[in-house]
């Protein structure tokens, strides 16, 4: 018989898995607290942008396997998707997985298992059980529990939901096999088992380890500047020994994972993870590293027109979650007195930027500023940059394409 799954949290990850369930026959009621977002996916749309997404819905509404609701309903399995983002302190803000899980504790029957999916800090899973157990009278191995850590990457959501590698980590042997058996139903690659509390880590030490190899190319940035050389043809050069894989250097980290994760693990233990801090540290200083670079160059124009091009947190994403662009943007606008074009194009407007099209931003520019490594940005005929002076985060000039 096929599972009946109750997801909680509809968002980049929750939506997603909701829907490649529904489209491998299981019976999924996805739980969301924003009313807009419940009414969408009822009407069979996503509501934030992700290649093929929109089709999954639909599809899964239309046989009416997957449907969205306010509140959580019994089920075999439930998924915790909701977001555990940072509070003021640097520290995990986990009052929606507490919350989550208050709301499906009176759905809970023996035989359930509980998925943790949200990135959270170790010992979690453990929470949550006791949590269950407390407020129902079921303490494992009455109902299982574990933590199976989301690692797709925004705009290859749903291949990396199916075959990206899992972690299955229970809180006690039965679980972890419980899991793996629910995982493999729908996951192509290979699933590792492990306990709750190792699959919790390893999902922080990889976005931590990713934070701290970018913060390596982002000093090597500033490092070869002063220099005078060139940081691409430098990690280029680099990256040629057989041990050496050096990150791009870009105008700062963006996204919701990677600068938020590594705190995670700072906070877990503060005296033991300085390289972790240093690696945050450094890439929080990148932008306005760059916003000062382009303000003294600024300074060479009566009046600069300086094209900023690229909005996004990464390339070919509409997606603007924590974007260093953003950043650099804001501070130059507060720093030139001149203008500041904008062009992002993958996205048709935004509320507070308007938008100017690529060939007009570069035909009035002074200065362009390469912020994002979007594809339109490599197929820029060098032509069209002659006589500007031109300040490349991300490596453009490098990475060009034959228009
Ligand atoms: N970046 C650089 N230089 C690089 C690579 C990336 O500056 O060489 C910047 C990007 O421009 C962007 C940020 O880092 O601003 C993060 O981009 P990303 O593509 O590296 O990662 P995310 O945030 O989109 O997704 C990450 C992934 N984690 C790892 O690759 C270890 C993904 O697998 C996780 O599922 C996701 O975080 C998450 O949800 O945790």
Known sequence: MKERVCVVGLGYIGLPTAAVLAARGMTVHGVEVNPTVVESINSGKAHFAEPDLDMLVQAGTQTGRL?????????????????TPLNAEHSPDMSYVHQATDAICPHIREGNLVILESTSPPGTTDWIAGRVAERTGLR?????????????LPGRILHEVVDNDRIVGGIDDQSTERMAEFYGTFARGTIHRTNARTAETTKLVENAYRDVNI?????????????????????????????????SPGPGVGGHCIPVDPWFLVSADPSNTSLIQQARHINLEKPEW???????????FKTPR????GLSYKPDVEDLRESASIEVIEGLRRRVDGEVMVVEPNLPHHPDYELVDLETALRRADIVVFLVAHTPF???????????VVVDTCGILRRRIAP
């Open 67 to 83: 449907t969205a609701h306010p509140e959580p309903a019994p089920a075999d399995v439930f998924i915790i998707c909701v977001p």
């Open 140 to 152: 494992p191995p009455a109902v299982m529990f574990g933590h199976a850590p989301e690692r797709v």
């Open 378 to 388: 490599k197929r820029i005929p060098i032509a069209m940059l002659e006589q500007r």
């Open 215 to 247: 913060a390596f190319a982002n000093e090597l940035s500033r490092l070869t500047e002063s220099l005078d050389l060139d940081v691409w043809d430098v990690i280029e050069m680099a990256n040629r020994h057989p041990r050496v894989n050096i990150l």
């Open 290 to 300: 760059v916003i000062g670079r382009v303000a003294q160059l600024a300074d060479r």
């Open 306 to 309: 300086i094209a900023c091009l």
